[in-house]
Structures are given as structure tokens and as C-alpha cells.
């Protein structure tokens, strides 16, 4: 079992940047993938990025350049660092875990956080 807690999130402007950050517990973090999903209102959830156990991160092609996915298994941290902010990023950011095999969808994740909010205005 893991639990995960999002922070980070905020209101900025665009061109402004935010860092998010989901904490893990619970056992053997290190096998786990971790990944970032956005859902704005009345969209589906998509895909942001993830993160292997060896550390190598894979990106949507609408925030490539822009977001770097990053992890402290020593601290059980996953950080989702997001630059270059565009009103289109607003969304709730949630963090996601699985063991083993990166995936890009959702419903392969076994594990949720509550999530946090961005909203970059204009």
C-alpha cells in the first residue's frame, strides 16, 4: 500500500513557475513508477509525465521543454517542476504510483494522491 500527498500548487501568472511535489509512504518506493496526471473542469484526465525506477522521465509532447520530472528515492519524493506556465495548464495535478512498467494511462495506476491545484492566469 502507498499513499501519496500533493503540494506545490498555486495561482500564477503565465511565464511564471510552480514545483509540485508528491510525498510517498510506504514500502519499497524505489520499485515503484511515479507519474503526473492533469484533469482541468469538464476535461479528461490526461497524461502529464513518469518517471522509471532508474529515474528516466517521459513527457506529454504539450509540456515537453517546459516540465522536468524528477525523484528523491531517499526522501520518497517525486517533484514535477513546470516552467514557462500557460493558461492551458490549469488543472488539478494529481500523483500516481505503480510498481514496475511505465504506462501513460490513468487506469494502469494503482495509486492515487488527492491531488493539488495550478491555475495560471493570463
Known amino acids: 500500500q502507498v499513499q501519496l500527498v500533493e503540494s506545490g500548487g498555486g495561482l500564477v501568472q503565465a511565464g511564471d513557475s510552480l514545483r509540485l511535489s508528491c510525498a510517498a509512504s510506504?514500502?519499497?518506493?524505489?520499485?515503484?513508477?511515479m507519474a503526473w496526471f492533469r484533469q482541468a473542469p469538464g476535461k479528461e484526465r490526461e497524461f502529464v509525465a513518469h518517471?522509471?525506477?532508474?529515474?528516466?522521465?517521459t513527457y506529454a509532447d504539450s509540456v515537453k521543454g517546459r516540465f522536468t520530472i524528477s525523484r528523491d528515492n531517499a526522501k520518497n519524493t517525486v517533484l514535477l517542476q513546470m516552467n514557462s506556465l500557460k493558461p492551458e495548464d490549469t488543472a488539478k495535478y494529481y500523483c500516481?504510483?505503480?510498481?514496475?512498467?511505465?504506462?501513460?494511462?490513468?487506469?494502469?495506476?494503482?495509486?492515487w494522491g488527492q491531488g493539488t491545484q495550478v491555475t495560471v492566469s493570463s
Open positions: 500516481a504510483a505503480r510498481p514496475y512498467g511505465s504506462r501513460t494511462t490513468g487506469t494502469e495506476y494503482d495509486y
Open positions: 518517471i522509471n525506477n532508474f529515474g528516466g522521465g
Open positions: 510506504g514500502r519499497a518506493f524505489t520499485i515503484y513508477v
